[in-house]
């Protein structure tokens, strides 16, 4: 690839020339490069949404956190459309898999919050450095323009942020108004299953927006590396000259023939006038020379005068100690180098440089936060499945002898539950429902080990139910607290075939662990 091949024109710009440069490219070739992200991003976001369709926060944080890999198909396809070999569609998804390879581990862990990674990506994959010699090239070319890459970064996450709120709120006014009205807080808070299809369309949105958003941001940075090695490398002037050399070789012919012509031989003796008598006699012996009163000896010793004597030399009478390097008197002071550094604007980068990292701890803070967050909001869900497949837990606490108003002690229920249960339908429909509510209390305390309080609603013991992933026992669970909180609260007698239901689910659900 050849500089003089360029689709754009090479030379030194401001950092918002360079990112309205990127936007161009971007645009230039935006069917290809949302189309290639669209068809590596979407697909790997739909199958992380179904791994993880009980967890669509933690599935938008792996979606979010693996983003520097898909960045390296924009970056492939604009650094081959800047030389005029813009590769197809096919050419593009079938280098993709080898992009992925170099650096893979330190793009998603200690890089992976870099505010300046647009900039970076260039020199890992174009330059194909690494290491020590990574580190170097970096601090070459972020040198005096450091805060532009880091400014990209923090304005395109809120751009991010915005676009995606602004997809919600469109997403919001087209859901039904019957639908808005059922929600209520433990929906809001994500706490309730029934949702869970709208918190991964929200997801899908932020997947769409990426769509757009992204190969801007990679076209941004990839034309402030550009910029800055114009700036560094003086490819505009190496373009200059290559141009000159070029209409010169053009115009090689025509110089030739006039410098033939020049040089031909006249018919004239000589070109140069006799010499006269002041010039006749040159040289060590002419009469200028030999009648002047300056001797060898008198120039030495006025040369050496000349070079004791400022500039070329610099003495000092020193009347005290002195202990290493001080500044003299003629150095300016704090105040005037503060000036100066002001006006050059090298305090200003690195007054941003230091932002820029003090944002880079924010942002592993905020990322530390949130796992965290993560780890407790779904802290239940992590103990029964660390009990599920035998992990050391901690020491429980006892379980709750009453929930509800019932006692749900193993002692208290007979034997046959669902029996007892036909046998009380015909006198006490309540106290039958009662039993077999009391019955699968008992046994997702103690056979489940869930960890049930008494400060639980229904609606909290069946979510903790959904978490053990058993779908007979989530159904019969569900059918069972409907039924109660009909007869419980609203004093609605449940009819024969429902006492049939349910004692059949009762037995098909714990007639074979009580066998086994």
Known sequence: MQLSDASVSIRPRSPWEALDLGTLLARRHAKLLMTTWATVTLPLFGLISLLLWQHPSLALLLFWWLKPLYERL???????????ETPDFRESLR????????????????????????????????????????????????????????????????LEGALWLGLLGVLYFLLPAQLVQRWNWEDLLGLSAEWLWLEHLSNLLY?????????????????LYLNRRTHLEAWDIELAFRRLRQRLLSAAPAVLLACGLLFWPAAHDAWAASPTADTAQQGPESERLLNQPLTSETARERIDALLDQPPFQHRETVTRWRFGAQDSPQEPGALARLLERLLQ???????????????????????????ALLLWRYRDWLQTFGSRIQLPAR?????????????????????????????????????????????????????????????????????RVRQLQREPLSRFAEQLTQHWQHQAYGHRNAEDVVRDELCAGWRALFAEESKS
């Open 74 to 84: 924009p970056l492939h396809i604009l650094s081959k459309a800047l030389f005029g």
């Open 395 to 463: 020491r429980r606490q006892p379980a709750p002898a009453q929930l509800f108003g019932l006692d749900v002690a193993p002692e208290s229920l007979p034997n046959d539950v669902a029996s007892e249960a036909e046998r009380l339908w015909q006198q006490d429909p309540r106290a039958a429902l009662a039993l077999l509510y009391r019955g699968l209390l008992s046994r997702l305390l103690h056979d489940f080990q869930l960890p049930l309080k008494a400060a639980h609603t229904e609606g909290e013991v069946l979510a």
């Open 207 to 223: 997947a769409l927006v990426l769509i757009v958003w992204e190969p801007i941001y990679v076209a941004c940075g990839f034309s």
């Open 95 to 158: 280098a993709f898999p080898g992009l992925l390879r170099p650096q893979l581990l330190a793009s998603l862990t200690w890089r992976r919050l870099s505010t300046t990674r647009s900039f970076d990506l260039p020199v890992q994959q174009l330059e194909g450095l690494d290491g020590k010699a990574r580190k170097q090239r970096l601090l070459t070319l972020s040198l005096r323009s450091g805060r532009a890459p880091s400014w990209l970064t923090v304005v395109g996450v809120h």
């Open 345 to 371: 604007g090298g305090s200003l980068w690195e007054s941003l440089e230091s932002l820029a990292q003090a944002l880079e701890v924010l942002l592993w803070t905020a990322l530390a936060l949130l796992v």
